[in-house]
């Protein structure tokens, strides 16, 4: 079945830091890849989306590339901030799953200042 | 847009009362409605998949008569956690597909239900 593989945590960096979260999947066809960010005691957000090979999502300085030779979404930033920490999801939707999110199972990233 | 709510944000109850937790989606239309299960630390279990109008789908190992789901309206779904004991404390999340979004795969999360039962 499909499933979601992502770097364990936790991920510790200092302020401005460059970051990178890898994830892979397994998949049949074509998925869609999300990563979604969970804050302390919230919900999740999406934090950015490829719906095909060598789509780049991109959001608050975040990017990822779906690189299908590969089956690998990982998620980089730049610089990152004391802001950005929090649990981060990697997920696909396969086409035969009903629209069942598949989720990796988290990778938690504190950022010192 | 595509906000979804979710109501109570946290509850704490005695064990083996029932609890009622709402998921709606504020400003579109959703048929279908997702509840997830998070325990501290780890990720999104998901319970089961609610369609406006039907019974709910619910994934395998996960007790119907217990965790009873609704989906009365296209911008409500209701999870009841019925005889509540402290091994069901946790976190719970809904989401919500946009009916009305040409983009069929992507779902909208609430800020989380945080169930405690005493």
């Known amino acids: 079945g499909n499933s979601v593989t992502q770097m364990e945590g936790p991920v510790t960096l200092s302020e401005e830091a460059f970051l990178t979260i890898n994830c892979t999947y397994t998949?049949?066809?074509?998925?869609?890849l999300f990563w979604y960010v969970q804050y302390p005691g919230e919900g999740l957000q999406l934090l950015l989306k490829?719906?095909?090979?060598?789509d780049k999502g991109s959001n608050k300085g975040f990017e990822a590339t779906y690189r299908k030779e590969t089956t690998s979404f990982h998620l980089e930033k730049g610089s990152v901030q004391v802001s950005d920490s929090a649990v981060y999801f990697c997920?696909?939707?396969?086409?035969?799953?009903?629209?069942?999110?598949?989720f990796g199972q988290g990778t938690e990233l504190s950022v010192k200042p | 847009g595509a906000v979804v709510s979710q109501h109570p944000s946290w509850v704490i109850c005695k064990s083996g009362t029932s609890v009622k937790i709402e998921c709606r989606s504020l400003?579109?239309?959703?048929?279908?409605m997702f509840w997830y299960r998070q325990f501290p630390k780890q990720s999104l279990m998901l319970m089961a998949t609610?369609?406006?109008?039907?019974?709910?789908?619910?994934e395998q190992g996960v007790e119907k008569d217990k965790f009873l789901i609704n989906h009365a309206s296209l911008t409500l779904s209701t999870l009841t956690v019925t005889s509540a004991h402290p091994e069901d404390s946790s976190f719970y999340i809904c989401?919500?597909?946009?009916?009305?979004?040409?983009?069929?795969?992507?779902?909208?999360f609430g800020p989380g239900t945080r169930l405690t039962v005493l």
């Open positions: 998949a049949t066809g074509y998925p869609s």
């Open positions: 400003d579109f239309q959703a048929t279908t």
């Open positions: 989401s919500a597909r946009d009916a009305g979004r040409s983009s069929y795969n992507e779902q909208f």
């Open positions: 997920a696909l939707i396969g086409y035969v799953q009903g629209g069942k999110l598949i």
């Open positions: 490829a719906t095909k090979a060598d």
């Open positions: 609610s369609n406006e109008g039907s019974k709910a789908t619910y």
